[in-house]
């Protein structure tokens, strides 16, 4: 008896393993474990031991029993998994799959970038975590400036906060390198305002600096009139408007003529002709100083503005949430 099951044993643990099919697996499966078996042929012939070998070989058949089916199991289980593979029916229609597209703000992120680098400009980041010392202190921004204001700007410990504007982009590259220098500087920036229809906590902005021996103010009026008539078009008219920033003087905000209502004065230009696009100036002898450039020998200007103004103007877009609820059907438009 125990001689048959080592035997019966071995042949049925070869032909399970070396089923080439579905079929062979099956086949041997009911050849050793089926109803009229091999296994059940034994059981069979316990009738013929005696009562003492009952037991004994009773528990040897068992244990073979649960050992075949675990490998018939297993070898079914091979030929299962290339079932399904099989089972794509290739005469289906096909599953749409949908393109991709950039976002509204990456697209003319990229267009802002590609006009300054055709001025000679090369793209410098920074982190969007910044120390208060970068953010406000070396943009030489006084203690009493309303924008440290903590209803303004957001502060995390350890004299960190989220940068407010892409400003202290600007010092990080002057430590880094001599002039002269021509970056623009893309990024995400925080502030502590409510969401509505124009403002958000997030947005983005893009910094430029151009410091050189010998650069003007009528340098940075031409570079920017260049710009936003690239941008906007060549019949776009530019406003240079007396203003004050810690970190430029003089300092200017810059307005575009409003493309809405020709400068005949709507609700988007709040009736004025002109929408504000952004501040730029002079850089202030006290932050080239700061960081170790001979404000004698170099001058520069810089400046700063809205990402999301400019999709906002160039695709007509009424309300900034659009731009960041991710609703495909809005995104679909920009492909
Ligand atoms: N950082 C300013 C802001 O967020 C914008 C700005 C103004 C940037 C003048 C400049 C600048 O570089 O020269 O409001």
Redesign the pocket.
């Known amino acids: 008896m125990i001689e048959a099951l080592t035997d019966i044993r071995e042949q049925a643990l070869r032909e399970l393993q070396e089923a080439k099919t579905l079929q062979d697996a099956e086949a041997a499966k009911y050849k050793f474990l089926g109803r009229k078996g091999l296994i059940a042929g034994l059981f069979g012939r316990m009738r013929d031991l005696s009562v003492e070998e009952r037991p004994e070989a009773g528990q040897a058949l068992n244990r073979l029993r649960t050992e075949l089916e675990a490998a018939a199991e297993a070898a079914l289980a091979k030929f299962a998994r290339k079932k399904d593979a099989l089972s794509i029916d290739t005469t289906l229609p096909g599953r749409m799959s949908h393109l991709g597209a950039l976002h509204p703000l990456t697209l003319v992120t990229r267009h802002i970038i590609d006009i300054f680098r055709q001025m000679g400009f090369r793209v410098a980041r920074g982190p969007e975590l910044e120390t208060v010392y970068y953010n406000f202190d070396a943009l030489n921004t006084p203690p009493w400036h309303p924008s440290r204001d903590e209803t303004d700007t957001l502060y995390l410990p350890n004299g960190f906060v989220l940068r407010t504007?892409t400003?202290p982009v600007?010092i990080r590259v002057m430590e880094s390198t001599q002039p002269p220098v021509r970056i623009i500087a893309p990024g995400r920036v925080y502030r502590r305002d409510k969401p509505d229809a124009t403002h958000s906590p997030m947005f983005h902005?893009v910094?430029g600096l151009y410091v050189d021996v010998g650069v003007t103010m009528a340098d940075l009026k031409g570079t920017l009139i260049a710009f936003y008539r690239a941008l906007f078009g060549q019949d776009t008219a530019v406003r240079f408007r007396p203003h004050f920033?810690p970190?430029?003087e003089p300092?200017a905000e810059v307005d575009v003529n409003c493309f809405f209502c020709a400068g005949k004065g709507c609700r988007i230009c709040k009736g004025t002709g002109w929408i504000e696009m952004?501040?730029?100036?002079m850089v202030d002898p006290n932050v080239l100083d700061g960081v170790g450039y001979d404000s004698e020998k170099y001058t520069g200007w810089?400046?700063?503005l809205g990402i999301e103004r400019v999709a906002m103007i160039l695709y007509g877009i009424d309300n900034i949430r659009t731009l960041y609820d991710g609703d495909v059907r809005f995104l679909k438009q920009y492909i």
């Open positions: 504007e400003s600007q902005q910094e920033f970190f430029t300092s952004g501040g730029s100036g810089a400046f700063g």
